[in-house]
C-alpha cells in the first residue's frame, strides 16, 4: 500500500478539538475525545496523527500514548471501514459468542483485529454491551444487533 | 395509581422509543426539581433523599443523601464542585442503565439538575460509555430539550441557581466505572484508581470536591424530591427503600429487566418474571449482582434482595442484575470467562492485580486442559486471598476473586474432574 503523506489535522479536526476544550479546566483533559474526533475522520490514530493531537493540546505524545494505548475503543492501527464488536462476556460467551466469533472471522477470511482485503471490516472482541437479555449480541459501527443466532452472519452482512 | 409503584420505568414503553420533555413532563417530570429550587435549601434535598434511604444502585450501597452531606460547602472552602453521573455501565450482565438513558434520558438529567443543586455544583457530567450510542444521542438531544425550557443552564427555572451538563464520552475500560479512576478519565488521563482517602468528595476532579453517582441512583431522585420520602420509603418490601431494576440472563426463559420493590426474594425474579429456567435446563446457580459478585445456590433462592440479606448468603447485590448458570454450563469454563474479562480489564497499576489475574487465568486454563494438578485449587484459593481488599489499590481484583472463590466452594468437584487422577491421589492405596 502506498504510504500517504501527512499533511496535519484537518481544520474540520482541529475546529472539534478545540470546541470541546471548553468543557474541562484544563487541554490535557480533551485527549480521548480528540483522539475520537480524528479517529472519526481517519478511523485510526496514526503515529503522524498522534503527534500533531498531542502539539495542538500541549502534552508530549508520550503521555498521550499513555492514554491513546490504554482505551479499547483507541485503535493505533488501521482498522476496516466498519469495525464489528463481538461480545465476548459472560452471557453471550453462554450462549455462543465463540461459534459466532468463528463464524464472522470464516465469513471474512480474517483473524481478530485484521481488515478483510476489501478494506471493509475489521473484527475485534469487545466486553459486555450491556444487553445480555438479548445474547449474544455484536456492535457493527455504532449499531447494536441483537438476539444472533448460528445465522450471525447472515445476520450481520445480510444476504 | 398503578405507576406510582414503578416511578423509574413509568415512562418505558415496549416499542423502546424514548420520553420527550413533553412525555416526561405529562407524567409528572420536572415536578421534584422545580420542587426542590423553588422550597428548598441544599441541605434540605440531601436530607430528603438521606431520610428515604436510597443506597447506591452501581453496587456500592452508600445512602446517597448521607454521600452528598459529606462535601464540604461551608463559605471559606473553594466553591467549585463538581457532580458525575457514572453512566459507564460495564459489568458483565448488567443492562439496567442502558434502559433507563435510551428511553427516558430526562429521568436522568433532572435527577442529576437535583443532586447539583443539593451540592452547589454548577458543572455536571455524565461519563458514558463510548459503546453507548444510541444512548448518547438520545441524552444529547434530552439535553437541548431541558436547557431550551429552562431548566438547565443560566439561571435554571429563574432561581440563582446555574448550571451545565456536559457529556463525555468515554473510550471503553472497565476500570472507568471505579470513580476514582473515572476522574482520571476525565482528565483525559489513563483510567487508574488514587489512593483513598483524600475520598472525591472532597478532593475529586482537578482536585475540586466531586460526588460521583451510578445513573440508577440519579433517576431515584426526581421521584423522592416530588412524591416525597414516605410515599419513596413505602415502596420497598424489606428493610432497604425503594423499586429498583432486576434482571435475569442465561438460559431463562423470558431474560429481561424488571423495576421490582427492594426486599424482594430471589426465587420470584427468576421464576415469575424470567419464567424459570428453559425447557431441558435446570439452575445450577447464579450470580446476584453481575460478574463480580459470589455464586449463589438454588438453596438461596428465597434470600431476598435487600444489600444485606445478600451479603449474610455470602454474595453482593450488586448491580442487581442476575447472570444465571444452568446445568449444562461448566461452572469452571464460566470462571474463567470471567477471570480473562477481569485480567484483560486490569488497569495495571497494583501489582496483586496486574499479575495475579493473569496468573488465575493460566492456572484456569491449565486446569481446563487437563494439565492442572490438585495443588492448583490451594494456589487458587491463595490468590482469592492475595487479592483480597486491603490488597489493592481499588475493587476490581477483589470483586474478580468473588465468583472464583465462591466457585471452588460450590463446585470443587468440577475443579476436580478435569484434574486427572486426582481422585485416585486422594483415595487410600
Not at chain 2, 374 to 401: K, Q, S, V
Request: net charge negative; hydrophobic share 40%; with cysteine.
Amino acid at each position: 500500500m502506498k504510504k500517504q503523506v501527512f499533511e496535519g489535522l484537518s481544520p474540520a479536526e482541529i475546529k472539534e478539538i478545540n470546541a470541546e476544550t471548553s468543557h474541562y479546566e484544563d487541554k490535557a483533559a480533551v485527549s480521548i475525545e480528540a483522539l475520537k474526533i480524528v479517529q472519526k475522520y481517519r478511523r485510526w490514530v496514526s503515529d503522524d496523527c498522534l503527534i500533531a493531537v498531542a502539539e495542538l493540546l500541549d502534552i508530549s505524545p508520550t503521555q498521550l500514548e499513555a492514554v491513546a494505548t490504554f482505551y479499547n475503543l483507541i485503535y493505533r492501527q488501521p482498522v476496516g471501514k466498519t469495525v464489528i464488536h463481538y461480545c465476548n462476556s459472560v452471557t453471550c460467551w453462554m450462549l455462543g459468542s465463540d461459534q459466532i466469533q468463528e463464524r464472522l472471522c470464516r465469513h471474512l477470511n480474517v483473524g481478530l483485529g485484521e481488515m478483510s482485503t476489501d478494506g471493509e471490516y475489521t473484527i475485534l472482541p469487545i466486553v459486555c454491551l450491556g444487553a445480555c437479555d438479548h445474547a449474544p449480541v455484536a456492535m457493527v459501527g455504532d449499531e447494536l444487533r441483537l438476539d444472533l443466532t448460528e445465522n450471525a452472519v447472515n445476520e450481520i452482512f445480510g444476504r | 395509581m398503578e405507576k406510582m409503584n414503578k416511578p423509574l420505568t413509568k415512562n418505558i414503553r415496549p416499542d423502546r422509543a424514548f420520553a420527550t420533555l413533553a412525555d416526561y413532563e405529562s407524567t409528572g417530570g420536572y415536578q421534584g426539581l422545580r420542587k426542590a429550587i423553588t422550597g428548598l435549601q441544599p441541605k434540605d434535598v440531601q436530607q430528603w433523599v438521606k431520610d428515604a434511604g436510597l443506597r447506591g444502585r452501581g453496587g456500592s450501597g452508600f445512602n446517597a443523601g448521607l454521600k452528598w452531606s459529606l462535601v464540604p460547602m461551608d463559605a471559606n472552602v473553594p466553591q467549585t464542585r463538581y457532580l458525575i453521573a457514572n453512566a459507564d455501565e460495564m459489568e458483565p450482565g448488567t443492562f439496567k442503565d442502558r434502559m433507563l438513558m435510551e428511553q427516558d434520558p430526562h429521568q436522568l438529567i433532572e435527577g442529576m439538575i437535583i443532586a447539583a443543586y443539593a451540592i452547589q455544583a454548577n458543572t455536571a457530567y455524565i461519563f458514558l460509555r463510548g459503546e453507548y450510542h444510541l444512548a448518547r444521542r438520545r441524552l444529547a438531544y434530552a439535553l437541548l430539550e431541558a436547557r431550551s425550557k429552562g431548566y438547565l443552564g443560566e439561571q435554571v427555572l429563574n432561581s440563582a441557581f446555574s448550571m451545565e451538563i456536559v457529556l463525555h464520552t468515554s473510550a471503553g475500560r472497565y476500570i472507568c466505572g471505579e470513580e476514582t479512576a473515572l476522574l482520571n478519565a476525565l482528565e483525559g488521563k489513563r483510567a487508574t484508581p488514587r489512593a483513598k482517602p483524600p475520598f472525591p468528595l472532597v478532593t475529586g476532579l482537578w482536585g475540586k470536591p466531586t460526588i460521583v453517582n451510578n445513573v440508577e441512583t440519579l433517576c431515584n431522585v426526581p421521584h423522592i424530591l416530588h412524591y416525597g420520602v414516605e410515599w419513596y420509603q413505602g415502596l420497598g418490601r424489606g428493610v432497604d427503600k425503594g423499586t429498583k431494576l432486576f434482571g435475569a440472563s442465561g438460559r431463562v426463559k423470558y431474560p429481561g429487566l424488571w423495576e421490582l420493590p427492594m426486599g424482594i426474594p430471589i426465587r420470584e425474579v427468576i421464576e415469575k418474571y424470567a419464567g424459570g429456567m428453559r425447557d431441558g435446563y435446570k439452575l445450577r446457580g447464579f450470580l446476584p449482582g453481575g460478574a463480580s459478585t459470589d455464586f449463589l445456590l438454588p438453596e438461596h433462592l428465597d434470600v431476598v434482595l435487600d444489600y444485606e440479606a445478600v451479603a449474610k448468603a455470602g454474595s453482593r447485590l450488586g448491580t442487581g442484575t442476575i447472570i444465571v448458570l444452568d446445568d449444562q454450563t461448566c461452572p469452571v469454563q464460566m470462571v474463567l470467562n470471567l477471570e480473562q474479562f477481569f485480567a484483560q480489564e486490569s488497569c495495571g497499576w497494583c501489582t496483586p492485580c496486574r499479575d495475579g489475574l493473569p496468573w488465575t487465568v493460566t492456572l484456569l486454563k491449565d486446569i481446563l486442559a487437563g494439565k492442572g494438578r490438585i495443588e492448583d485449587l490451594d494456589t487458587l484459593a491463595g490468590l482469592t486471598r492475595m487479592l483480597a481488599p486491603g490488597n489493592t489499590f481499588c475493587a476490581l481484583a477483589p470483586g474478580a476473586m468473588e465468583p472464583l472463590q465462591s466457585a471452588l466452594k460450590y463446585f470443587r468437584d468440577d475443579f476436580e474432574r478435569y484434574i486427572v487422577g486426582s481422585h485416585a491421589i486422594m483415595e487410600p492405596a
